[in-house]
């Protein structure tokens, strides 16, 4: 800071310089005697009116007329000085504004400026990033003083409080978030998980109005949806569990330890269901009311794609919006596959299919597991809900 503060001092000094510099330059003009210099002259006019009056140029008379005109002169121009003067005013107006200049500024800078943020961010960068966790909450908290209006700042804290297992904090920091950066679904879903472990391990209204908030915002919220899985696996709502979890899969990178431990969970609720695992969608769906696929690749598709390519099959209402109703994912080592769609694969958790509804099914291959991403695609134009016989859907053709 001893830089900062130096160059604040060399500024204001200049400005005080560029005040009183117009009194130094009139002190200069001053040091000529403008008086004794017209008064030189007058007399070098005396003798130049003597000189022609001797040589006859001129007559006493006219002599006396133009000395009597050079003294006017002389009188008016002397007195000239004093006149402007007067005008100009005192020379302790600029004097005063030269002193009261750095008075002036400091309180500007105390008042609009923020030397907290200097000094922090000096040390930030002297620092570096923090070693631990404890370092990096003292950082944000401070950061949240200079910059109370940074809703990321207060953001970032939450998420720190949460790492530091003090729920309560963090619900408040999601909170000041939210005011400052609206209605972000991340910061809705990081709010309702930082209720939910605050509050025992278990939703109040708060937190399910948030939750609820953020999947319409972004149904595929990450955080929302596996909060939703716990809860309902924590209350007993085994299929809600796995609804919630099989839509988190669809959005998780395949093969991550995320992706392992969302498939731990939904085997684990299909255990506590008592079902072997093929027939898991087909005990929690609504009766008849599924849409039995059999998917497959395209011959020689699979031996050109690596072990990230995943398949993600979906089914949505033609006259609807372009958002899926239900939807699956798959590994392409798992195809050919037999299943059965149902609402437990819906997006949300109010959709529920009917029998006889026609549905539009398509299934896409993703080399890299973005569902919004794909090289192949097979498309069946309508299928109907709850019909007998098995659809059989094959990918492969380019996607669009």
Known sequence: MIDFWLSSIVLVGLGMLAILWPLWRRHQHKTVDRTALNIALYEERIKELDAQVVTGEISSAQRDSTLEEASRLLLADTDLPERRQRRRGAPWLLVGAAGVLPVVVAALYLTWGNPGGVAL?????????????????????????????????WYMLGRGYLS?????????????????????????????????????????????????????LDPNEPTALGLLGIAAFESGDYPGAISFWERLLVVTPPQSAGAQAIQGGIQRARERLGIADTQASEAIADDGAVIRVRLELGEGI????????????????????PMPL????????????????SSSDAMLPDVRLLEGQALQLTARLSPTGDALQGSHQGRIDTVIVGAPDRVTLVVDQPAP
């Open 302 to 321: 699979a031996d050109t794609m690596g072990p990230e390519a995943v398949v993600f099959l979906f089914a949505r209402d033609p006259q609807g919006p």
């Open 164 to 216: 530091a297992q003090r729920p309560t904090d963090a619900a408040q920091a999601f909170g000041e978030s939210l005011e400052r950066l609206g209605d972000r679904p991340d910061v809705l879903a990081q709010l309702a998980q930082a209720r939910f472990f605050a509050n025992d391990n278990k939703l109040d209204s708060a937190a399910v109005a948030a939750l609820d908030k953020s999947l319409e």
């Open 121 to 153: 961010y000096r040390e930030m960068q002297v620092s570096g990033q923090p070693d631990n966790l404890e370092q990096m909450i003292s950082r944000m908290e401070r950061i949240t003083q200079v910059q109370p209006e940074s809703g990321e700042a």
């Open 326 to 341: 239900v939807a699956r994912r798959f590994s392409i080592n798992e195809l050919p596959v037999d299943i059965a769609l």
